[in-house]
């Protein structure tokens, strides 16, 4: 069982074990209770992009109990906002959710070998979900929604091809 902790008490001691999981303090998630949380959180297909939002969603109500890093800066210096109306903020996002925890919690050389594939091929399919994406209120023809379509999809693989080379 994972070492529970709870504020530490006007003593200036620590409550953890059974006193703090008898105060009703949610035990905090061991190393490899957080890498399989973030393997589930970090791989293709949409049950893992919705468990991803849902988390996000937690922390931004002040909740993260596996202690991830969320921070951001986005596409870096690549605009996230696109012509045609797409948005890659969040496979951006999603795409630094997954480097800064693993880089953290595996270390770099591991994360490297094991790990950045697999994000970043994660990050091509979630800016593909967004090229393929319909508007309901799409300002743009037919012929014009095509044109914008194939401009996101070949801006996706530049994006891709830069974190292949430099991530």
Known sequence: MAPAVAATPVSGKAVTGPTAAMAGVTPMASKADRIKRLGKLTVKGQTSLDAWFAGLGQYRKGKNPYKFNWSTDGCSKAPEKIPGGYDFTFPCHRHDFGYRNYKSLVGVSKFRS???????????????QVCNARFWADPLTPAGRKKAKAACLKTADKYYAAVRALG
């Open 114 to 128: 094991q790990h950045k594939k697999r994000i970043d091929d994660v990050f091509l399919q979630d800016m593909k």
